[in-house]
């Protein structure tokens, strides 16, 4: 096993653990031959001679790195030493989102709407190279030092079009946040990351995933059955016509949810505009520019920071229907619980989650958070 103090490849000094999964651990490093600090994921001893997770650990650092993309982190590196195989990546210096609401318990209306315009612009990118996260969740979203938003984690994205088993996904994904398709075992597109963002959207907006429940088959089931409640039933000051985005986007059935994370990003932009969103009878513009997303130190949201808008909204879709839990609930549950022992890219910083929520992970936060603008404008360190 690798420990701080190891030199691998003759060029990556592991320097302190930054987090641990069953994957693998993840090592705060030092590149010598470009003078930089990098992060490195090394495998778990007991995977190396798994030829599946050796698959998947390698299929991690290529789909992540066919992205370039602003809001992904970015990997510069891979390979196989005398410990395992191995993938350096940029090093995130900021905190997760998953420790942000863990702190504040929910973020500021415009605060979470820019932080899913940031996540969703990194999915937009995936799902144009073909590509399918499938485990959009607080701990994959990360910040850096100056307060850009970085989504992590691609372990599990498949091509789409893979012929891949469906329950194996929903084996690893974190059941707070996964689709009814992975939860029934059914072959998943892009729109199970639409649908994963909206959980993640709701938690931001009103302190808890959409759905909880004491025990993960339960969370499935209101996944695949339980229409969720809107977000301002939480928060009042959740707009109307942002509540209407969230549902579209939790929609049961894959073709009632927003066609693209392009859409769904358009609409954010829309309510941030003040003006009606698609999902509660707006009218389809260009989808903006991407963003890049800075996040200040939070606080309770003042009302001058609220979408000053109101209007009906829009239906959650119809229920799904012929989809019946009781064949696929023990395998899923049995993946389920593996996947929670088995962890995904970084650590888990021990912080309880909701009540009877299942242990998610992530990268340890090594400073504070920074300043937060939306649409690309400069952070201004004063604020």
């Known amino acids: 096993m690798t420990r701080p103090g190891d030199l691998l490849a003759d060029r990556y000094e592991l ?23 990098v992060a490195v994921k090394v495998m778990a001893p007991h995977l190396v001679g798994d030829p599946g997770a050796v698959q998947r650990f390698r299929d991690e650092a290529r789909a992540a790195a066919r992205l370039g993309h602003r809001n992904v982190v970015r990997i510069y590196d891979t390979g196989s030493s005398g410990a395992g195989e191995y993938i350096v990546m940029e090093l995130v210096d900021g905190p997760s989102l998953k420790d942000l609401l863990a702190d504040a318990g929910r973020l500021p209306v415009q605060r979470a709407m820019a932080t899913a315009s940031a996540i969703a612009s990194a999915l937009a990118a995936a799902h144009e190279q073909g590509l399918v996260h499938r485990d959009v969740k607080p701990a994959n979203v990360l910040w850096t030092s100056d307060g850009t938003v970085k989504v992590t984690d691609f372990g599990i994205a498949r091509i789409t079009g893979d012929d891949v088993d469906a329950t194996v996904a929903a084996g690893f994904g974190s059941v707070l946040y996964l689709s009814p398709e992975q939860a029934t075992g059914e072959r998943v597109d892009a ?22 429940a004491d025990k993960p088959i339960g969370i499935l089931h209101q996944h695949v059955h339980r ?12 707009p109307r016509a942002l509540d209407a985005v969230v549902l579209r ?6 073709d009632d949810r927003y066609r693209s994370a392009h859409e769904l990003r358009a609409d954010l932009h829309r309510v941030r505009q003040g003006e009606p969103p698609l999902a509660a009878g707006g009218h389809r513009t260009d989808h903006p520019a991407d963003d890049t997303v800075a996040i200040a130190p939070i606080r309770a949201p003042d009302a001058d920071t609220r979408v000053v808008i109101r209007t009906t909204s829009a239906g959650a879709g119809h229920r799904r229907t012929g989809t019946v839990l009781a064949v696929t609930a023990a395998v899923v549950i049995v993946l389920v619980l593996a996947a929670v022992g088995l962890g995904a890219l970084f650590g888990s910083r021990a912080r309880p989650g909701p009540p009877g929520a299942p242990e998610t992970q992530t990268l340890r936060s090594v400073v504070g958070p920074g300043p937060v603008v939306p649409d690309g404008e400069p952070a201004d360190p004063r604020r």
């Open 15 to 37: 320097l302190e653990v930054l987090g641990q999964g069953g994957m693998g651990r993840v090592y705060r490093a030092r590149d010598r031959v470009l003078d930089r600090d």
């Open 227 to 238: 229409q969720p409640d809107p977000p301002s039933a939480a928060v009042p000051e959740v």
């Open 191 to 212: 729109r199970a990351d639409i649908y994963s963002l909206g959980c993640v959207l709701y938690e931001m907006l009103a302190g808890r995933p959409p759905f909880t």
């Open 249 to 254: 986007a939790l929609a049961k059935d894959p």
